[in-house]
């Protein structure tokens, strides 16, 4: 199946910023989307950012202007470029990723998650 393989997380200040990467490896045929989600203790996981196969880019409100998603298809990989961290940001940072692949047309993976802790 797909493997996803997270890294960047931290410990940083507010005002800060980290990189997140993700790389996906496994039986892929293509890869149709990929993104990353976040949860924060006690509520609901959201979506952060999502880039597709085509290279449109979608953001959550709360960090347009500050997250920059980008994809090197090389390598499969995805990365979220986080600045100007805030406190209530801390969370779970999930990456996730729709493929095609030799069991489903658009299977949905998701990474074991890196936490992200911005303190104030």
């Known amino acids: 199946q797909v493997q996803l393989v997270e890294s960047g997380g931290g410990l940083v200040q507010a005002g800060g910023s980290l990189r997140l990467s993700c790389a996906a490896s496994g039986s892929i045929f293509s890869i149709n989307a990929m993104g990353w989600y976040r949860q924060a203790p006690g509520k609901q996981r959201e979506l952060v950012a999502v880039?597709?196969?085509?290279?449109?880019?979608n953001y959550a409100d709360s960090v347009k202007g500050r997250f920059t998603i980008s994809r090197d298809n090389a390598k499969n990989t995805v990365n979220l470029q986080m600045n100007s961290l805030k406190a209530e940001e801390t969370a779970v940072y999930y990456c996730?990723?729709?493929?095609?692949?030799?069991?489903?047309?658009?299977?949905?993976?998701w990474g074991q998650g890196t936490q992200v802790t911005v303190s104030s």
């Open positions: 880039i597709t196969s085509g290279g449109s880019t």
């Open positions: 996730n990723v729709r493929a095609w692949t030799p069991v489903l047309f658009n299977g949905d993976y």
